[in-house]
């Protein structure tokens, strides 16, 4: 089994920055592929990010280069860089594996971006 902790949300105006991090735990053998996901008040999850366990990323349309995510595999760690943050970024941050096999869900970790 692997747990899945997300930290670094916050409140910050439009066009400031965060850093997000994910922190695994467990069977680490498990992890390969992770990615970022993200859930808005009324909305669907949705997908922001994915980054292989050989570091090769991709973006979705709305956050691409603006997020960067990254891993540090001997912390068993992912890793979201958000600049230019939007208003439309609000959401609470998730990370999960990026197979077809995820990992419960954590609790994530709340991004508000005030206009």
């Known amino acids: 089994q692997?747990?899945?902790?997300?930290?670094?949300?916050?409140l910050?105006?439009?066009g400031g920055?965060?850093?997000l991090s994910c922190a695994a735990?467990?069977?680490?053998?498990?992890?390969n592929a992770m990615g970022w996901?993200?859930?808005?008040?009324?909305?669907q999850r949705e997908w922001v990010?994915?980054?292989?366990s050989?570091?090769?990323?991709?973006?979705?349309g709305s956050v691409k280069g603006r997020f960067t995510i990254s891993r540090d595999n001997a912390k068993n760690t992912v890793y979201l860089q958000m600049n230019s943050l939007k208003?439309?970024?609000?959401?609470?941050?998730?990370?999960?594996?990026?197979t077809q096999n995820p990992f419960a869900w954590g609790q994530g970790t709340q991004v508000t971006v005030s206009s």
């Open 2 to 10: 692997v747990q899945l902790v997300e930290s670094g949300g916050g």
């Open 12 to 14: 910050v105006q439009a």
């Open 17 to 19: 920055s965060l850093r």
């Open 25 to 31: 735990s467990g069977s680490s053998s498990s992890i």
């Open 37 to 43: 996901y993200r859930q808005a008040p009324g909305k």
């Open 49 to 52: 990010a994915t980054i292989s």
């Open 54 to 60: 050989a570091g090769r990323t991709n973006y979705a």
């Open 87 to 98: 208003p439309e970024d609000t959401a609470v941050y998730y990370c999960n594996s990026a």
